[in-house]
């Protein structure tokens, strides 16, 4: 019954903004530290963004940081990852994850308990 399921990609051109949302139901949205990974083709999925159950941390790569802000409202169930200055090496597909409770180590993939489908953003210069 648990389903993330992300919105929002598209192709934009190179200083371009866009804001992706990830929209979870059958689980108690508030009990899960969210995440936005992506992966571009031949390379290993990379933890984008995440924001602890409480909303009091956050994580952000380097690569991203001053870019990129998670956001999260508990009451709509909702995840946000709003993108600006996007970049060519900004092209993978993104993914919405949930890791239900803890924090620690929320760069792994295999922590998180549930995904979604993913959603395709594309950089051009």
């Known amino acids: 019954q648990v389903q993330l399921v992300e919105s929002g990609g598209g192709s934009v051109q190179v200083g371009g903004s866009l804001r992706l949302s990830c929209a979870a139901s059958g689980l108690t949205f508030s009990s899960y530290t969210m995440g936005w990974f992506r992966q571009a083709p031949g390379k290993e999925r990379d933890l984008v963004s995440a924001?602890?159950?409480?909303?009091?941390?956050?994580y952000y790569s380097d690569s991203v940081k001053g870019r990129f802000t998670i956001s999260r409202d508990n009451v709509k169930n909702m995840v946000y990852l709003q993108m600006n200055s996007l970049k060519p090496e900004d092209t993978a597909v993104y993914y919405c994850?949930?890791?239900?409770?803890?924090?620690?180590?929320?760069?792994?993939?295999?922590?998180?308990?549930?995904w979604g489908q993913g959603t395709q953003v594309t950089v051009s210069s």
């Open positions: 924001m602890g159950w409480s909303g009091d941390s956050t």
């Open positions: 994850a949930a890791m239900l409770g803890r924090t620690a180590n929320w760069v792994r993939p295999y922590l998180y308990d549930y």
